[in-house]
């Protein structure tokens, strides 16, 4: 069962798989601490979820193993033709990837509803309240780095994560967990524009440039503005320093140029972005964000 399940998710594109058990995930004092020092900015639904992500079980009634899956996303970053950007991850020509991912799921929970006949499975993705990446240090597919990413040896932090919780009592062998490889590197820490990483491991939501220019509902100031690498939707100055990535650093002109976001209506961007992962942000928050980058000049 596992060995036909293992290769199905590769067929699928995934490439980091591994299982758990449900139960308080590794790291999770760690994380209510975090909390408590009051680093998550604004988003007070990781306070109300706590419950929950102490305890995924409690995601599905019954659940007796935790899948964890790590699926790929482009190293090159998409550009505009005028020398803006945007995160890699928000690949603007394809579905928002919390949908996709889903999709590229469904398989492998249909795999098992099919094989244990009565079993009942959840996927999850990163909008649920689950420690995604503590569970899947937890199954061995990768180690925290200190930009407090996952890294999976061999492929690096470029992943979207995912999670099948299955009432399916699958037999696996105790994963072995994967030691920390950062060693004495700091180039994560030493390169982010703000000092969001305020030490290895540690991360100060309100300063990083990724929830600023997605998370955040205020506007981004111009000083703020003249850091962000001309990115306009979150930021990948941690990961692109980073060994295990391979210091790629490419770019791809898959964006309109600036003036054609500042001109666009909300029913124009619904049609052409709604339905990616920019669509998160909306339009108005990706104009403020454009408009505190142009206002320190214009890209070389």
């Given at each position: 069962?596992?060995?036909?399940?293992?290769?199905?998710?590769?067929?699928?594109?995934?490439?980091?798989?591994?299982?758990?058990?449900?139960?308080?995930?590794?790291?999770?004092?760690?994380?209510?601490?975090?909390?408590?020092?009051?680093?998550?900015?604004?988003?007070?639904?990781?306070?109300?979820?706590?419950?929950?992500?102490?305890?995924?079980?409690?995601?599905?009634?019954?659940?007796?193993?935790?899948?964890?899956?790590?699926?790929?996303?482009?190293?090159?970053?998409?550009?505009?033709?005028?020398?803006?950007?945007?995160?890699?991850?928000?690949?603007?020509?394809?579905?928002?990837?919390?949908?996709?991912?889903?999709k590229i799921c469904g398989p492998l929970s249909r795999l098992l509803e099919e094989i244990y006949e009565g079993s009942r499975s959840k996927?999850?993705?990163?909008?649920?309240?689950?420690?995604?990446?503590?569970?899947?240090?937890?199954?061995?597919?990768?180690?925290?780095?200190?930009?407090?990413?996952?890294?999976?040896?061999?492929?690096?932090?470029?992943?979207?994560?995912?999670?099948?919780?299955?009432?399916?009592?699958?037999?696996?062998?105790?994963?072995?967990?994967?030691?920390?490889?950062?060693?004495?590197?700091?180039?994560?820490?030493?390169?982010?524009?703000?000092?969001?990483?305020?030490?290895?491991?540690?991360?100060?939501?309100?300063?990083?440039?990724?929830?600023?220019?997605?998370?955040?509902?205020?506007?981004?100031?111009?000083?703020?503005?003249?850091?962000?690498?001309?990115?306009?939707?979150?930021?990948?100055?941690?990961?692109?320093?980073?060994?295990?990535?391979?210091?790629?650093?490419?770019?791809?002109?898959?964006?309109?140029?600036?003036?054609?976001?500042?001109?666009?209506?909300?029913?124009?961007?619904?049609?052409?972005?709604?339905?990616?992962?920019?669509?998160?942000?909306?339009?108005?928050?990706?104009?403020?964000?454009?408009?505190?980058?142009?206002?320190?000049?214009?890209?070389?």
């Amino acid at each position: 069962m596992v060995s036909a399940f293992l290769q199905r998710a590769k067929e699928l594109g995934f490439v980091g798989i591994g299982l758990s058990r449900p139960g308080r995930p590794p790291f999770f004092d760690k994380f209510t601490a975090w909390l408590s020092n009051r680093k998550h900015a604004d988003m007070a639904w990781l306070e109300r979820s706590v419950p929950l992500r102490e305890d995924p079980a409690k995601l599905l009634d019954g659940c007796q193993t935790i899948i964890s899956l790590a699926y790929p996303y482009p190293h090159s970053k998409p550009r505009t033709p005028d020398g803006f950007c945007v995160s890699r991850h928000a690949d603007p020509t394809s579905e928002d990837y919390h949908d996709r991912l889903r999709k590229i799921c469904g398989p492998l929970s249909r795999l098992l509803e099919e094989i244990y006949e009565g079993s009942r499975s959840k996927i999850c993705i990163d909008s649920a309240p689950i420690l995604e990446k503590s569970i899947a240090c937890a199954s061995g597919i990768g180690f925290f780095g200190k930009n407090t990413l996952l890294i999976l040896p061999g492929h690096g932090s470029y992943v979207y994560l995912a999670e099948i919780l299955s009432t399916v009592p699958i037999a696996f062998s105790p994963p072995h967990p994967v030691k920390n490889q950062c060693g004495s590197c700091s180039l994560c820490v030493d390169a982010c524009p703000t000092g969001a990483l305020e030490r290895p491991f540690y991360l100060n939501a309100a300063r990083c440039l990724s929830y600023l220019t997605i998370e955040y509902r205020g506007k981004v100031g111009a000083d703020h503005g003249e850091i962000t690498g001309k990115s306009f939707f979150g930021c990948d100055r941690c990961q692109e320093v980073c060994p295990f990535n391979g210091g790629k650093s490419s770019t791809t002109a898959s964006l309109p140029p600036i003036d054609d976001f500042l001109a666009m209506d909300e029913k124009i961007f619904d049609q052409r972005f709604g339905w990616t992962a920019l669509g998160r942000a909306g339009l108005e928050k990706l104009k403020s964000n454009i408009q505190a980058l142009t206002s320190v000049g214009e890209p070389t």
